[in-house]
């Protein structure tokens, strides 16, 4: 296994484990991998320091018996996936850093729910047999929006029906 500083167009820097230098290249190329952070599928290594052992072989370096093949995680379509890295080199986020994050976050839903109010339609939990009927061409397209079930959600998905969940911020009065 090996492991890959990689960033994505937005510079966000994550760590990913790989089979070999040959499952990254595959996997970048099908734009398999994404950023944690933004969810970006263009990836390139980002420059990082070599690791250079230090002395003889541990036994979990040392060579498999009986031939037995290396196991390895796949991902959707049967491309080797990367693996987790281990809880150590996940870097600690500092809380200033965090709670920065945490507010935008916040700030960006309160944009998308303000936006969505002002160009759709609200639906209320008529949201499921509203969007199938723009789906269906019974009415005229528009933006809606309103609530569904899990299971209405599910269903509309099985139909082929286009829609996005939103998380819904709770209105201020600031």
Known sequence: ???????????????????????????????AIACPVCG????A???MAPRIAKGGRSKDDAPRESGAPEAVPT???GAPAPAAPPASATPTVPAEVRERFAAEVMRQLTEIRRTVEESC?????????????IHY?????????????????????????????IPWLPRTNS
Do not use: S
């Open 137 to 165: 061409g019974e009415t005229d397209p528009r933006g809606i929006y309103g609530e569904a079930t899990d299971k209405e959600a599910d269903e509309l998905k099985e139909e082929g029906v286009t829609f996005g969940r």
């Open 75 to 77: 991902a959707a379509g």
């Open 45 to 47: 290594k980002a420059p």
């Open 40 to 43: 970006d599928t263009h990836i």
């Open 121 to 133: 339609d609200y639906v209320g939990d008529r949201f499921a047999e509203e969007a199938r009927r």
């Open 1 to 31: 296994m090996i492991l890959f500083v990689l960033k994505c167009t937005a510079d966000h820097r994550f760590e990913a484990w790989f089979r070999n230098g040959d499952a990254y290249e595959t996997q970048a190329a099908a734009r």
